[in-house]
């Protein structure tokens, strides 16, 4: 996407970039990449422009195409599985301890 229309692309201008991106990259990887440019666009209230028919369209033929991707069954980190994984440790076993911590740090 070029610079003048980084902030308000127009649904050719998305799908021309998936398109590009997918020749050298993994139909997972497109994906991913198309969820952080939705993140981003989001940020703006332009997000309407992934979201779009056309664009869903051009992921799934490029998935029909080149394989869908494996599906990813890890469980996001929340404040709420924190918690949970916190009560279950023992807090009293210093290696517990520590790993609990580092898995809040990097939350």
């Known amino acids: 996407m070029s610079k003048e229309d980084e902030f308000n692309p127009s649904e050719r201008t998305v799908c021309e970039w998936v398109a590009h991106e997918s020749l050298f990259?993994?139909?997972k990887s497109v994906a991913k990449y198309v969820q952080a440019v939705?993140?981003?666009?989001?940020s703006y209230n332009k997000g309407e422009v992934i979201r779009?028919?056309?664009?869903?369209?051009?992921?799934?033929?490029?998935?029909?195409k080149y394989g869908k991707p494996v599906r990813d069954d890890r469980e996001n980190v929340t404040i709420d599985l924190l918690v949970?994984?916190?009560?279950?440790?023992?807090?009293?076993d210093h290696l517990d301890v520590c790993c609990m911590a580092a898995s809040i740090i990097a939350f």
Not at 52 to 64: A, E, F, G, I, T
Not at 84 to 92: A, E, F, G, M, V
């Open 25 to 27: 990259l993994e139909p």
């Open 38 to 42: 939705k993140y981003f666009l989001d």
């Open 52 to 64: 779009s028919v056309l664009v869903k369209r051009m992921l799934r033929s490029l998935c029909k």
């Open 84 to 92: 949970r994984i916190t009560k279950k440790i023992d807090l009293n």
